[in-house]
Each structure stands twice: as C-alpha cells, then as structure tokens.
C-alpha cells in the first residue's frame, strides 16, 4: 500500500522567508512518481512537479526547489524568497508507474500562509 | 486551449438523492480519474477511466459510479446521498501511460443537507 505524510498542518511565514514543505512516503513498488501540487483558494489543483524514482538530481525552478532523498523516503519542497501569492495548501502525490495502476495518493497537505 | 472543466461548480442536494458531475478533459487526453476532497483532506482517488471503461477504483461503495464517453468526457454518478459524501469532487485529465501528468479541474462542491 502507498501512503503519503505531510507532518506540517499549517506554516506562516514572513514575505521573502524561505520555507521548506516536508513529504515522507511509504511505497513497496522499486519505481514510482512523486508530485508535488498547490491548492489555491479556487479549489484547482495546480501541477508544480513529478520527479521519477530513477533520478534523485535535486531541482530547481525559480524560486522553487524539490529535494528528493530515497535513502530516507523524502521529497521535500523549498520555496525561497516567499511571496504573497504562495499562499495556498500544497500537496505530495505518490503514484505507481505501470499502465492502469496511475491513482495519485496524496498526503493531507500543508497550509502555507506568507505573510505581508 | 481549454484546461478540465466541471460542471456544476456548486450542488446543494439531500440525504438519499442522487447526483450527476460532468468533466470535459483537457485537449488531446484521453484518461479521466476522479478523486474526492474532503474539507481540510487531500484528494482521494475514486476511479479511472480509459477507453470508456473504468480502468482502476479506490476504495468507495458502489453508489459511486461513472462513465465516459468516446470524446473521452466524464460523468461521476452518487446514489443514495449521504452527509458524509460532502466534499469537493475534482475530475483530473491526462495521457494513459506510466504515470502520465494529471491536470485538475477546479472541482464540484457538493453539499447535501
């Protein structure tokens, strides 16, 4: 069975702050997909990520970077130089890579709250 | 390039009722799975379908039930409502294969009373 945890309920932070989301999940399958989404307010689940099993390069994109680690089964995700339009619940997706089997397991996501 | 659209964006229904939520995907997929979202949750997956049959299933009762058709658009049917199936229902388009990027749409809020 897959499970995702997102430890942190709610984050606040001061604009321009860095902050990091922790993810940690639980998977028997040897290859899998991690996501990262964000949630805001209007409800629309928003791709930001998904990084493949194979490859545990860290990424970065603008101001945001995924930390991938599978020697502790984390993939966390550093936002730097916070804004106000960060604000939002973000969720960790864990999915299986074979065909039919692309449910998207999620954690309960973190509150971030950026601060003006 | 329209994004997934839902419709109703809100539902109030009561206890016993049934319910239909429709989707249209994004241009050029052809996979629709839908997940509910319980107030302060994460989504959890419900159903897939692919090819007009549904491909894999969560864990929900059979009240919950979908189809799709072969412009690949979506329906998400709830019989016999309960309080408890109250939630944000969102409906998420991609490509079938390994793991293929699921795009969401901004979700149906039900509310049954």
């Known amino acids: 069975a897959q499970k995702v945890t997102q430890a942190q309920t709610e984050i606040s932070v001061v604009e321009k702050e860095d902050v990091t989301l922790d993810c940690v999940y639980e998977?028997?399958?040897?290859?899998?997909?991690l996501f990262w989404y964000k949630q805001p307010p209007s409800g629309e689940l928003v791709f930001l990520i998904r990084?493949?099993?194979?490859?545990?390069q860290n990424e970065i994109s603008g101001r945001y970077s995924w930390n991938f680690q599978k020697s502790t089964s984390s993939f966390n995700f550093t936002i730097t130089a916070s804004q106000v339009v960060d604000s939002a619940v973000y969720f960790c997706?864990?999915?299986?890579?074979?065909?039919?089997?692309?449910?998207?397991?999620f954690g309960t996501g973190t509150r971030l709250t950026i601060i003006p | 390039d329209a994004g997934v659209t839902q419709s109703p964006t809100h539902l109030i229904k009561t206890r016993g009722q049934q319910v239909t939520l429709r989707c249209s995907p994004k241009?050029?997929?052809?996979?629709v799975s839908w997940y509910q979202q319980a107030l302060g949750q994460g989504p959890q997956f419900i159903f897939q379908?692919?090819?007009?049959?549904?491909?894999q299933r969560g864990n929900f009762p059979d009240r919950f039930s979908g189809h799709q058709f072969p412009n690949y658009s979506s329906e998400l049917n709830v019989n016999a409502l309960l309080l408890g199936d109250s939630a944000l229902y969102l409906c998420?388009?991609?490509?079938?294969?390994?793991?293929?990027?699921?795009?969401f749409g901004a979700g149906t809020r039900l509310s049954v009373l």
């Open positions: 998420a388009s991609s490509l079938a294969g390994g793991a293929n990027i699921q795009y």
């Open positions: 990084r493949n099993s194979f490859d545990e």
């Open positions: 241009s050029g997929h052809d996979t």
């Open positions: 997706a864990l999915s299986a890579t074979n065909f039919g089997n692309e449910k998207l397991t």
């Open positions: 379908y692919y090819e007009e049959e549904e491909r």
């Open positions: 998977t028997r399958d040897t290859t899998y997909y």
